[in-house]
Each structure stands twice: as structure tokens, then as C-alpha cells.
């Protein structure tokens, strides 16, 4: 024991002298570690005050050259020649003052003449970290929101301090939906409305108005007034004095929604501003139409889109007879398309060259053009594009002169996320019966055959009964 207590007194002896070696060369240095930083965005340090100890224990702080000036006009702070600084330490005394001081920092550094942050980092992963000497330190980003200050080492000597930002982004997010808009993307059959849901969170920040531009493609038809509109908290509407809302003059389906900055700070973090609207595919559609909104919330930082797909489908037919073994194009044969399997409910077609697109009434853009009926031209092709997920029912209405329809005039047509097939309608000439009406024929022959037979039977007994 008695040499364990020797050896502890020698060593505590060894190491106040080594800390008298060391102290007050200036320093260790250590790590500031932002937590939960803000993805992408960049991390400023700058550097205020020296830091050295005055070997007894006592602090000194001497301003950067970088920031003498801005010290020296913020008040609170006594700059001696030799850039010594002194401070009025009630000045600084509670965290709203230090959240002030360390916001001015931040607004100083980017105004003109900038001053240049000490080192930069990009947020990424649950942390980033700053590799300092001794110091006093103010980190800002470019959001120019949160601005944090460090003294390393703190006032326990810790040389690795660390704070989390509690910065939250606004998330922008966009949904379709035939009836409930909560899907990425859907099929739609041109001219059959849809929905669209935009959802808005906000943040707990707002540098500027939030800008919402909604841009769909040529393909979509979307809304062009504001009462098509509904901008909704909490299902209530938001009065339209928090908001402007204007449609493009050329695209007029593109809209810009903006909310007003003094709107977005009133609202708590996270609040949904849930934007709805009615759209429908035009004939101008493609096999995928997309729609983008994107937000603008922050000058430098602030960019955020969405987008969702509307997807159309079609199939094509080939109209043929066969003849000794060849197949050839048939023209002349008719078609209708309709939506129910007894062929009443016929779709209107919108018609360019052999491609037909379907147009379903409930937002049809052009009334006017619309036929029901393809005739087959000399190749016996045609397309049907524009179609949503479903069930459909070609019917062949009249076969070319010379032709017979098929024993089966329906063909069935089912469209389920992919193109429909690829069908090869045959007519068969000449002028027989026509086959639907064959079977009653045949019988009616039949039936009158047995009757002569049953007739002459009867004869020649009743003859034989009368000859008896
Ligand atoms: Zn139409």
C-alpha cells in the first residue's frame, strides 16, 4: 500500500508538471460536430476569437482580424490594441442573447464585403464535423436560419463539443388518383377526369414566400381558374389573402401558387396545405404524361419537386381475309369500340390517320371531331391509343361487300398496365348464310324434312289402314 501511495504522489507530481509545460501554449483544439444536419446543404465555420489561457486558469480572448470590425460595432465588447477582448458579460448571459449574437455573425458574413467562412462542409449522414484549434466559433449555413456558436474547449475543458440542428425541411409531396389521388402513378382513358392531391408541409422556417409551380404535360388537360382549385388546412379553406394564384398565359394549365411568408411562419411546423384538383387527358396524350410541381422556399437552398404519371394504352388490329393458305388486308370492314359487353355504349374516337384515340366525355376537349366508326383503308390496320385500364369491346358492324362478319363480331379487348394485343381479325368471303342465322336455317330444313317425311308416313299408313 505504502509504495502505491508513493507511486500515486510521484505521478500526480509528473503530471501538474507536465500541464505546466503545456499550458498556456495554445492548444489541443478538438471537433465541433453539428448533429442531425440538414442534407446538402452547406455548413459555414467561422472563427471569432482566439482562445489561449493566461497559465493561471484565466481566459483570453483576442478577436480574428476577419470579424474586429464587426466587433467592435456590435456593442458589449471592449477591443483593447492588441485585439483583446472584454465583454459585458450580462450582455451574453442567457442563450437568447448568444442566439442573437451568433444570428448577427451569420447575417454579417454574407453581406457585402462578404466575409469568407474559415472552412465549409456540406451536411450528409447524422453528422458532420469541424476540425478546430482553441477557439470561440460561430457555424451558419447557407439557409442563413440557425446559426450556432462553440467555445472549444468548453468550460468543463472538453475539447469536442457538438450541437444538433433543429432545422426541418418542407416536404413536398404529389399523389393521382381516379377517385382517391394517393397513388405515384395511374392509367387514365383520355377525356375521363382524374385527381391530383399536392401536399405541402411547411417548415419551421420561411426566408421568402413559398412558390408553388404546377406544370403539366401538353398531354393533360388541368385546371384553368381558380375555382377548380381547392387549397385546403385541416379541411378547411385557406383564405385567399394568404395566397396568390395565376395561370400561364400560354399554358394555360400551368399554374403558380404562392403563399405568403408572413401565412407560412403563422402555421406550426410540419402543417399539410393540401392543394386538389381535376384533370383528364387530352388527345394530345402520350403513353406516359407526367406532371411536376416544384417549390421554391428558399433563395439558395430551397428547391423541391414532385411528379406523378398518367399512363396510356393501346392495341392495334389487323383486318385480313385468307386465301388459298395467304393472308391479305382487308378494307371496308367496320368498327365501333364501346365499354360494355351488349355493344350499347359506344367511345368516341378522335381520328388521325389509322390511329384512333379514344375520348371518354367527361372532360373532352374536342367535341366537335369525334367519330364512332373506323373503316379499315387498303393495309387492314388500325391503332386504338389512349386508354386507361379496363375492359373493352371492338365490334366489327359491317364486313366488306363480299364478306361475311365473323361467327363472333365482338372482340374482347382488356388493357391492365401494359398494351393490349395485337389482334388479327379474319372475314371469310362469299355468300353463304350468314353463319349467326346458320343454325336456325339448317333446323328449319330439318324439321321441314321430317315433317314431309311424317307426312308421307301418315299417307301411306292412312292409304294401307283404308286399304285394310
Ligand atoms: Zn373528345
Known sequence: ??????????????????????????????????????????????KIFDLTTNGAGGYIYKVTSAWKDFIVSYGGFTVADDNTVTFVETNFDDAAEKAAFAK???????????????????????SIEFTVDDGYYVVGSSLKVEAMSFTVPDNTGNGNVSKASKVTLPTLDKYVGVTTPDQSTISSSVGATYKYKISLKVADIATQDYVLVDTPAAGIS???????????????????????????????????????????????????????????????????????????????????????????YKFDVTKV???????????????????????????????????YTVCFDELCPHTSDHVTEITTTATGKFVINGLGNGTYYLKETAAPDGYN??????????????????????????????????????????????????AVVFIVTRRRMIEE
Open 1 to 46: 500500500m505504502k509504495t502505491m501511495k508513493r507511486f500515486a504522489a510521484l505521478l500526480l507530481v509528473v503530471v501538474l508538471m507536465a500541464a505546466m509545460l503545456v499550458v498556456p501554449a495554445n492548444a489541443a483544439g478538438g471537433t465541433i460536430t453539428i448533429n442531425n444536419p440538414v442534407s446538402g446543404i452547406s455548413y459555414n465555420l467561422y
Open 104 to 126: 448577427a455573425v451569420q447575417d454579417r458574413a454574407s453581406k457585402a464585403p462578404v466575409i469568407a467562412a474559415d472552412q465549409t462542409i456540406v451536411g450528409a449522414g447524422s
Open 222 to 312: 388541368g385546371p384553368q381558374n381558380a375555382s377548380q382549385i381547392s387549397i385546403q388546412v385541416g379541411g378547411v379553406d385557406v383564405n385567399s389573402s394568404n395566397y396568390t394564384l395565376t395561370f400561364d398565359a400560354t399554358d394555360k394549365d400551368k399554374f403558380t401558387l404562392t403563399f405568403n411568408k408572413d401565412y407560412i411562419t403563422s402555421l406550426n411546423v410540419a402543417t399539410e396545405i393540401v392543394i386538389t384538383y381535376s384533370a383528364a387527358l387530352n388527345n394530345g396524350a402520350a403513353a406516359e404524361n407526367k406532371n411536376a410541381v416544384i417549390l421554391n422556399w428558399d433563395s439558395v437552398e430551397g428547391k423541391k419537386t414532385a411528379e406523378t404519371t398518367v399512363k396510356t
Open 321 to 355: 381475309t385468307k386465301v388459298d393458305g395467304s393472308t391479305n388486308p382487308l378494307a371496308g370492314a367496320k368498327f365501333s369500340l364501346y365499354t360494355d359487353s351488349s355493344c350499347t355504349n359506344v367511345i368516341n374516337l378522335t381520328e388521325n390517320g389509322t390511329t
Open 405 to 454: 362478319l365473323p361467327v363472333n363480331p365482338v372482340t374482347t379487348v382488356t388493357i391492365n398496365n401494359a398494351d393490349g394485343a395485337s389482334f388479327e381479325i379474319t372475314n371469310t368471303a362469299g355468300n353463304m348464310f350468314p353463319e349467326t342465322g346458320g343454325i336456325g336455317t339448317t333446323l328449319f330444313y330439318t324439321i321441314g324434312g321430317i315433317m314431309v317425311l311424317a
